[in-house]
């Protein structure tokens, strides 16, 4: 098992940055990738960037060039840090965790955080 703990969401005013943090305890061992998805009212989560153990990241169109994800392995923790924010940004931000254990895999979700992009 894997729990998330999401922290770094805000109010930040257009053009501004945010950092997100995930951090996963459990099982770590068996997480073969994490992602940042975001969820805006009245719409479905969409993935935003993923990274996979030992692997590239990868973007979201809307995102690339602005959004930058990253790993810290030592502390179990997961980044996105966002520059150039746009009022369509706004959204819940969900931490992913993708595992792997047994043949099967499993997916872990964080509890989420607010980011409200506005003047």
């Known amino acids: 098992q894997v729990q998330l703990v999401e922290s770094g969401g805000g109010l930040v005013q257009p053009g501004g940055s945010l950092r997100l943090s995930c951090a996963a305890s459990?099982?770590?061992?068996?997480?073969?990738?994490m992602s940042w998805y975001r969820q805006a009212p009245g719409k479905q989560r969409d993935l935003v960037a993923t990274?996979?153990?030992?692997?590239?990241?990868n973007y979201a169109d809307s995102v690339k060039g602005r959004f930058s994800i990253s790993r810290d392995n030592a502390k179990n923790s997961v980044y996105l840090q966002m520059n150039s924010l746009k009022p369509e940004d706004t959204a819940v931000y969900y931490c992913?965790?993708?595992?792997?254990?047994?043949?099967?895999?499993?997916?872990?979700w964080g509890q989420g955080t607010q980011v409200t992009v506005s003047s």
């Open positions: 459990g099982s770590i061992a068996s997480i073969i990738a």
């Open positions: 992913n965790a993708i595992t792997w254990s047994g043949g099967f895999t499993k997916t872990t």
């Open positions: 990274i996979p153990t030992g692997g590239s990241p």
